[in-house]
């Protein structure tokens, strides 16, 4: 159950990204994932639109429909938020690094690697004590 102290700070956030609830069309769809039969066979899962930003949001991320259409209000003004300021969002943020990880190295940069990390292992043979 959400506090009334979390939806005050969702709606003042709706407010702050001028979203007003008479905006929003709401839907609800299937839950999928896990949590058994109960999520599958529920429709929990919030499709949120905002027309005037062209904006649509998803949240299934709890079992309960009602947590999750606060969660989705508060994705959407988030997003809002971070588009009007023109900086990311922390998800995409993590999108972002995560892509930036998983990128295959050129050659130069690769063959580079490689020599470092044989000069370190180098370092750390001579480091063995001396047989007498």
């Known amino acids: ?11 003042s ?12 069309e709401e839907t609800f769809i299937l839950g999928g994932g896990p949590g058994g039969q109960k999520t599958n066979k529920t429709s ?3 499709r949120l639109f905002h027309p005037p930003s062209g904006l649509q949001v998803r949240c299934g991320e709890n079992r309960s429909r009602e947590i999750n259409r606060w ?3 508060r994705t959407l003004a988030e997003r809002i938020l971070a588009r009007e ?5 922390a998800e ?15 050659r130069r940069q690769k063959q580079r690697m490689l020599e470092e990390k044989h000069a370190h292992s ?11």
Do not use: C
Not at 1 to 11: C, D, G
Not at 85 to 89: L, T, V
Not at 92 to 98: D, G, I, P, V
Not at 122 to 131: Q, T, Y
């Open 13 to 24: 956030l709706m407010a702050e990204a001028s979203v007003f609830e008479e905006d929003l």
């Open 1 to 11: 159950m959400m506090t009334p102290e979390t939806i005050a700070k969702i709606k």
């Open 92 to 106: 995409q943020q993590a999108r972002e690094k995560k892509r930036r990880q998983k990128r295959r190295r050129s």
């Open 71 to 73: 969660l989705a209000r």
């Open 44 to 46: 929990s899962v919030v």
């Open 85 to 89: 300021q023109g900086r990311k969002s």
């Open 122 to 132: 180098e370092i750390k043979a001579n480091r063995k004590p001396v047989d007498w």
